[in-house]
């Protein structure tokens, strides 16, 4: 009788908490209701106190937008930016040995569709990890390392998020951990659906936090939060997925400290701190958490993705690919791409200049089809031709077309479409030729310029300034097999 008197005092308390969040109420930072269920944690642990900070970040696989993901080069290059948390996930070799990597095969990570499991660690060592193709070929190949590396490299760096990726290898997980005594720097991190192994890192002592990998209900997130000290939600790039506010109203009304998944952009802070979110997961934590000064130039040329610059769709397939002297190819395919350069913003205010090279690698097969440079937007949000992103401008193009015409063509609030401002003709690319194009903006008007290198003048296109956000984006703004667009020596230039 007085453990179900304790149970519907719990429940009622958590009702009323979830009823006052979703009233707006809010939660205070670091109040007592944020307290973890596990008795057996320190509250003067590392993790402990981690997860109580009114805004913390994590940063997702060792930063994986940025160096080449669960790899020591990456963990050890985050910790020493200051990243004071990572997320690690572990596998078990056939023969025993735990190894740090994210998914249970190597095809995308080496190519090879070989299963962890199936391996020794000998024959592991044959397939470095390879993601060149998403971060820069000045990377190069990486072995993938051990468990027992990692938590000598970074177990007394950084409070660790650590995840068995194999339900049986899960006690080995947390004996590794125990051994070296980082209970108290080590996050337990499970899914939802895959909870065999709380009781066995509860019994240990370790921290432990719950994740969803899609929306969930209030039910899922009661059951979570019961067996948890911290609550993961799923949190996509679009703010207006009511089901995704849904959950994280949810998660922060059982007054558990929050986590969001996966945060790419700075655009998707304000939003979710709003909410009550104060944990961010994020793959682009140089970017997202750390201090950065905008960059005066792109970075391609040095064989490495500067953190911020990130393409419009976040799949891995839609990440830009290399090219020679300094360039970058959008993904070539039948969707329009994208990639904001949120390694050179926010730009500072008027007057300034935009300068890009930019090249149709194909002979594109409409004269509607276009290269564009968005500018003057609001945040740095991923921007899609024809979408449309409530509350905020997606800004001011300067559209070069296939056909050699020159435009500049706003986009109103809450428009799907473009309204052209301004046109001239010019002659039409060669394929393969590189066009530089200008872009001065001044307080209220917006020059275009593009220079074959080829003509007496370039051509040149002038129109009223609609966007005067800090962000920018360069865009292939037409589909098909054979879309080619390449970018480089991008810069701004202060006047």
């Known amino acids: 009788m007085a453990a179900e008197v304790v149970a519907h005092t719990a429940l009622s308390r958590r009702s009323v908490f979830r009823a006052a969040t979703l009233l707006g109420l809010g939660l205070a930072s670091g109040s007592a209701t944020s307290a973890c269920s ?30 080449p993901e669960h790899t020591l080069a990456a963990y050890s290059r985050i910790a020493d930016r200051g990243a004071e948390a990572i997320s690690v996930a572990v596998h078990r070799t056939r023969d025993g040995i735990l190894v740090c990597h994210e998914d249970p095969t ?23 990890v390879d993601l060149t193709r998403w971060v820069g070929p000045d990377w190069g190949m990486h072995p993938i390392p051990t468990f027992s590396e990692v938590l000598e490299r970074l177990g007394k760096r950084a409070v660790l998020f650590v995840e068995s990726k194999d339900p049986e290898a899960t006690t080995d997980v947390i004996g590794a951990v125990t051994a070296k005594q980082l209970g108290g720097t080590t996050v337990f991190t499970q899914p939802f659906t895959a909870r065999e192994g709380e009781s066995a890192a509860r ?9 969803f990998s899609s929306h969930a209900t209030g039910a899922e997130i009661d059951e979570a939060a019961d067996g948890s000290d911290a609550i993961g939600i799923f949190a996509g790039v679009r703010r207006e997925n009511e089901r995704q506010q849904t959950s994280i109203q949810g998660a922060v009304a059982t007054g558990k400290p929050v986590i969001a998944w996966s945060v790419k952009r700075r655009s998707q802070l304000p939003y979710l701190a709003e909410a009550g979110v104060r944990g961010f997961l994020s793959s682009s934590w140089s970017y997202v958490a750390g201090p950065s ?18 393409a419009g769709n976040n799949s891995s397939s839609a990440a830009p690919e290399w090219g020679p002297n300094g360039s970058i190819l959008l993904a070539t395919g039948a969707s329009p791409q994208s ?19 930019a090249q149709f690698g194909a002979a594109p097969p409409l004269a509607s089809d276009h290269l564009a440079v968005v500018i003057g937007r609001d945040d740095d949000s991923a921007y899609r031709l024809g ?62 310029e593009c220079d074959s290198g080829q003509e007496p003048e370039p051509t040149t296109v002038s129109a009223p300034r609609t966007a005067f956000g800090g962000y920018f984006t360069l865009a292939r703004n037409y589909s098909g097999a054979n879309a080619q667009a390449s970018f480089r020596n991008i810069s701004v230039a202060y006047r």
């Not at 130039?297 to 911020?308: K, L, M």
């Not at 039409?428 to 872009?439: A, D, E, F, N």
């Open 38 to 67: 596990n008795s057996s944690i320190s509250a003067q642990s590392p993790s402990h106190q981690f997860l109580s900070r009114g805004r913390y970040f994590i940063a997702q696989r060792g930063a994986s937008d940025e160096a």
């Open 106 to 128: 190597l095809s995308r990570t080496s190519g090879q569709n070989i299963a962890i499991a199936d391996v020794t660690h000998d024959e592991l060592s044959n397939h470095p």
């Open 203 to 211: 019994k240990a002592g370790l921290t432990i936090c719950t994740y």
């Open 293 to 310: 000064e905008p960059s005066p130039h792109d970075t391609f040329s040095t064989g490495r993705i500067a953190p911020g610059d990130l």
């Open 339 to 357: 990639i904001s350069m949120g390694s050179m913003c926010p730009v500072r205010a008027a007057p300034y200049v935009i300068t890009v090279e």
């Open 387 to 448: 979408a449309v992103s409530p509350g905020t401008t997606q800004g001011q193009l300067v559209v070069l077309r296939s056909t050699g015409d020159l435009e500049l063509r706003s986009i109103p609030e809450g428009n799907a479409l473009s309204i052209l401002q301004s046109s001239v003709a010019g002659n039409k690319p060669v394929v393969g030729q590189w066009l530089t194009l200008r872009i001065i903006v001044k307080p209220d008007s917006v020059t275009a």
